[in-house]
Each structure stands twice: as C-alpha cells, then as structure tokens.
C-alpha cells in the first residue's frame, strides 16, 4: 500500500466470518489493530480475534453491533 497503516484502528462490520474475517486479517497482517463487529456469531468472531492476535501481534476486540431499524444510526 502506498501509505503505513501500521498502528491503526479499523473497525470491520461483518467480520466474525467470511469475507469480514478475510477482511480483518489483511487488515492485521498490515499491522492495524481491529474490531470485529458480529451480530450473532460470538463465538466465531472471539475465534477470529485470538486468531489475528496470535498470529500479528496486534489487538483484536470484539463488538457486538444489531441494526434493528433504520433509526438506529439516527
């Protein structure tokens, strides 16, 4: 990539499985710190965490996020 992401925070929606997870790890192989949003696969998306932690030494937090409504991003 033309510019550093080392250090920084990413916030990836979806990435508890799929091509969220696929997302989250790039994202960690480049040295970024991530959260994985998930809305009902918990337990996969700590999987994905202690995944990209072990394997970047970066953080890696999970966040639990539902849109119920279109009001809720009001």
Known sequence: MPYGLKGRNVLITGA?????AVIAEKFAAEGCNVAINYNASETKAQEVAEKIKSAYNCKAIIVKGVKKSPCDFV
């Open 16 to 20: 508890s499985r799929g091509l969220g």
